[in-house]
């Protein structure tokens, strides 16, 4: 989950728990000693000479000995000094990994001083990220950074790649055989035989080139709490400030009846489950959809059309991103 | 000029005499209980109350049934050429199937039933519009109708044809024949006016129409 980089320091705790249970402290003092020292050098080798003495050191200082990664404030520490990060404090049961000695509840207010003088190259610098922050701010730019690379849309198996468009879309092409059209008008025919069968895997994904750029139309089926629908939404294969410049229409419908939904697509930095969760597109009931099908409602046929077309945008209309994964 | 009668033994009286098939419906009120077994034309078949929210058991003629909406169940009229509703709902965490709205519109001299309500389709919160023909199958036909809700750059659009209201309100509901918003995206809609999560706020605009008989 792209979007979720910012609570990276909550996914360093799942680590410990891999690794073994609080009580086995010795599993954490050891990944400290080789983890922590590697991860330093790569650190090292990005940031280059700076002003200040030692670099390598005031950044390996910086690691938290359990999961190897940046500690943020509060930084602990024991009584003899061995600092831990905030997220490991609360995993160890009070004893200090280091020394095993009882940790109590001390601030390393100078580790934290000393971090705040810091300043790093984003990690995306050799996708041509320029910027350079404050050891604090960094992280939080991470997480949002324009070059960080994209994961792959395709959303049927765990596909782990990620890349930046054109890589992706040779990705989809070539690796998971995704059919391309040209063009910003489509008329899909989506047929299944037995309707009654829906799974959660029942999906299909078209990319669309249009306008000099990529979109990724999603049909599926699954089970929305209990009840089964389709659902077919569109995503842009760029950044979400440019994908708000495009509008989508799609149309399903049969007997009389047709159902009509305009939207904007959104980014795939935005995974298609979440899309699908926040029912940010058209959604088809089952009865509804076998209506549309006409016949005897034993074979599934919807007909999708739509088409994408550019907005003429006015900057400070800006829409939220609807975030409603709560229900 | 319209007549009142609130006497309910003398309207039990009349009532016999305007029975069908031959009564003239402009100047009673209200008549409870219709049973006629003697009809041959189903078209004249009484209807049953479309307010479906209590166990209302007034059958009638459509004429009868907008009197009997207006002044016993305060339904209001709108005209149907085009018209957009505000439903607010003050605590949309909870559903109950008795959350929901009838209005009246009007369009050709005929009536129809725009129904909005909360209810739960397979255990997921969902609000649905439909409408039903005040008349006949057949006649119901001869219109079509849309519906739509919209809001934070998204809109949703329902077109189709009205159901009569021979077919229950319940049978329309269960068969999906019309505009289907889940809660989740019906809150997306509302938070476009600074309104919270706690109280949902949608507007439904839309048209009733006759089609143009088709010539070959």
Not at chain 1, 7 to 25: A, R
Not at chain 1, 175 to 186: C, E, P, R
Request: charge should be neutral; aromatic fraction near 10%; glycine fraction near 6%.
């Amino acid at each position: 989950m792209e979007t979720d980089s910012m609570e990276c320091v909550s996914s360093t705790g799942n680590e410990i728990h891999q690794n073994g249970n609080g009580h086995q402290s010795y599993q954490f003092s050891s990944t400290k000693t080789h983890g922590g020292a590697a991860a330093a050098a790569v650190v090292t080798n990005i940031v280059g000479p700076t002003a200040t003495a030692p670099a390598t050191s005031v950044y390996e200082l910086l690691e938290c000995p359990v999961c190897t990664y940046s500690m943020y404030p509060p930084i602990h520490q024991c009584h003899n000094g061995h600092t831990l990060c905030s997220t490991c404090k609360v995993r160890v049961h009070n004893r200090c990994p280091t020394c095993r000695q009882e940790l109590g509840d001390i601030r390393c207010l100078a580790l934290e001083k000393v971090a705040e003088s810091l300043e790093l190259p984003c990690k995306f610098y050799n996708l041509g990220c320029p910027e350079i922050f404050p050891y604090y701010s960094k992280l939080k730019h991470e997480s949002l950074c324009n070059f960080r690379p994209y994961s792959c849309p395709y959303a049927g198996s765990e596909c782990g790649i990620v890349g930046d468009i054109p890589f992706l879309v040779a990705h989809l092409r070539d690796d998971h055989k995704v059919d391309m059209h040209a063009g910003s008008t489509f008329n899909h025919r989506y047929v299944k035989s037995n309707p009654r069968e829906v799974e959660n895997a029942t999906w299909m994904l078209t990319v669309f080139h249009c306008f000099g750029q990529y979109f990724c139309l999603h049909f599926e089926a699954f089970q929305l709490g209990m009840g089964p629908v389709y659902m077919a939404f569109l995503r842009f294969m760029g950044d979400e400030e440019d994908a708000r410049s495009y509008s989508y229409s799609l149309e399903v419908g049969g007997s009389g009846r047709k159902l009509t939904w305009e939207g904007t697509p959104r980014s795939i930095r935005d995974s298609h489950r979440k899309v699908r969760d926040s029912n940010d597109g058209l959604i088809i009931q089952r009865n509804m959809a076998l209506f549309f099908s006409g016949g005897d409602r034993k074979e599934l046929k919807l007909r999708v059309t739509g088409k994408i077309w550019k907005e003429q945008h006015s900057p400070d209309s800006g829409l939220s991103i609807p975030n409603l994964s709560s229900s | 000029m319209e007549p009142r009668i609130n006497d309910l033994q003398v309207e039990s009286r009349v009532h016999e005499l305007l029975d069908f098939p031959v009564h003239t419906n402009q100047i009673s009120s209200a008549i409870y209980e219709c049973p006629n077994d003697h009809i041959e034309n189903p078209k004249k078949k009484p209807y049953n109350c479309p307010h479906s929210g209590a166990k209302c058991d007034v059958t009638g003629d459509i004429q009868r049934l907008l009197l009997h909406l207006r002044n016993d169940h305060n339904v209001e009229m709108s005209d149907g050429r085009s018209f957009s509703h505000r439903y607010v709902h003050h605590d949309p965490k909870h559903l109950h199937h008795a959350t929901w709205m009838l209005t009246l519109l009007d369009c050709c001299g005929r009536k129809f039933c725009l129904y909005f309500e909360a209810f739960h389709l397979r255990k997921t919160p969902m609000y649905m519009a439909f409408m039903q023909f005040m008349g006949d199958e057949e006649e119901a036909m001869s219109f079509s109708y849309s519906l739509q809700v919209g809001g934070n750059g998204r809109k949703l659009t329902w077109q189709g044809v009205p159901r009569s209201i021979r077919d229950s309100h319940k049978t329309v509901r269960d068969s999906q024949d019309g505009l289907i918003i889940t809660r989740k995206l019906a809150l997306f809609f509302s938070t476009d006016n600074n309104t919270t999560d706690k109280e949902l706020k949608l507007k439904v605009s839309g048209r009733v129409w006759r089609e143009q008989p088709v010539s070959i």
